[in-house]
């Protein structure tokens, strides 16, 4: 498991199963783990109008697999504040 903090002062939790669900469906991430955490860090992040509780952060890379441009990560503020999972995309111009 790991913890990171967040730019608002969150404790957020990534464990081990889901690292591996991030893994499994998204491969190309697989080498990213500190880029994922350094999105939560100091990434930008958007709160869900549907689930108060859920936001999403995000975060631009260069160098990322397949010309991705941003890793996107869901996370869930609520008791013990965890990673949904993690996705990259393409940003668009």
Do not use: C
Not at 2 to 30: P, S
Not at 37 to 54: A, E, F, I, N, Y
């Amino acid at each position: 498991m790991w913890d990171v903090t967040d730019k608002w002062g969150n404790r957020i939790e990534l464990t081990d199963e889901r690292w591996q669900h991030i893994i499994e469906h998204h491969w190309e991430l697989r080498h990213s783990l500190d880029k994922v955490l350094s999105t939560v860090q100091t990434g930008r992040r958007k709160q869900s109008l549907m689930d108060p509780h859920k936001y999403t952060y995000y975060k631009d890379f260069e160098g990322l697999p397949h010309n991705y441009t941003r890793i996107v990560v869901i996370v869930k503020l609520i008791r013990n504040n965890f990673i949904i999972t993690a996705y990259p995309i393409r940003k668009r111009r």
